[in-house]
């Protein structure tokens, strides 16, 4: 059974940088897994972000930016804002018997 | 526009069944791998089922053998039929769109989500 693991939360202040990750237990994380990224806020449905590491969606806003660093898929938020506090979830696409996966989860506060 | 509107969720006794729909608008089911991914309460997002463009489907273990998802293109929906049902399938139920791209996979539209309950 495949792993994904992310921070389950991180704190950043208002106009800072935060980079969230996303490992998978099977080793390093390239571009054929096609990290996906979610922003869930709470009572919300999740909302796409970023897919294959580092394409944003026509509706995600610049500061968000997607990477591949050290072995694990990023999400990098650039001079946060106080709506960006939410949930973050990641996804890989492994093929065969388990194709998706998400991660467990970032929660992300803007103090 | 795209949008996806779930329906069919509801409270249900431990060995029901339940049958979401998705009515998809603003493309073809037909075109794109369709996804439902359920978040029980407090937890996170699990992928759950998959249709491909081509008809292969794709069922999580702990759903494979009671869950059955299928699409009409007539009507533009996917439906996930949902039988021996226990309380851990307790979650809300989100249809997902799949886009197989040039630049890679994106699951980019997700409907509202349907609430599924298990209990007696």
């Known amino acids: 059974q495949t792993v994904v693991t992310q921070e389950p939360s991180l704190t950043v202040s208002p106009g800072g940088t935060v980079t969230l990750t996303c490992a998978s237990s099977t080793g390093a994380v390239t571009g054929s897994y096609y990290p996906n990224w979610f922003q869930q806020k709470p009572g919300q449905a999740p909302r796409a972000l970023i897919y294959?590491?580092?394409n944003r969606q026509a509706w995600t806003p610049a500061r968000f930016s997607g990477s591949l660093l050290g072995g694990k898929a990023a999400l990098t938020l650039s001079g946060v804002q106080p709506e960006d506090e939410a949930d973050y979830y990641c996804l890989l696409y492994f093929g065969g018997a388990q194709p998706w996966v998400f991660g467990g989860g970032t929660k992300l506060t803007v103090i | 526009e795209v949008l996806l509107v779930e329906s069919g969720g509801g409270l249900v006794q431990p060995g029901g069944s339940l049958r979401l729909s998705c009515a998809a608008s603003g493309f073809s089911v037909s075109s794109n791998f369709m996804s439902w991914v359920r978040q029980a309460p407090g937890k996170g997002l699990d992928c759950v089922s998959v249709?491909?463009?081509?008809?292969?489907?794709y069922y999580a273990d702990s759903v494979k053998g009671r869950f059955t998802i299928s699409r009409d293109t007539s009507k533009n929906t996917v439906y996930l039929q949902m039988n021996s049902l226990r309380a851990e399938d307790t979650a809300v139920y989100f249809c997902?769109?799949?886009?197989?791209?040039?630049?890679?996979?994106?699951?980019?539209?997700w409907g509202q989500g349907a609430l599924v309950t298990v209990s007696s």
């Open positions: 294959s590491t580092n």
């Open positions: 249709f491909y463009t081509g008809g292969a489907t």
């Open positions: 997902v769109r799949g886009v197989d791209t040039v630049l890679g996979l994106s699951l980019d539209y």
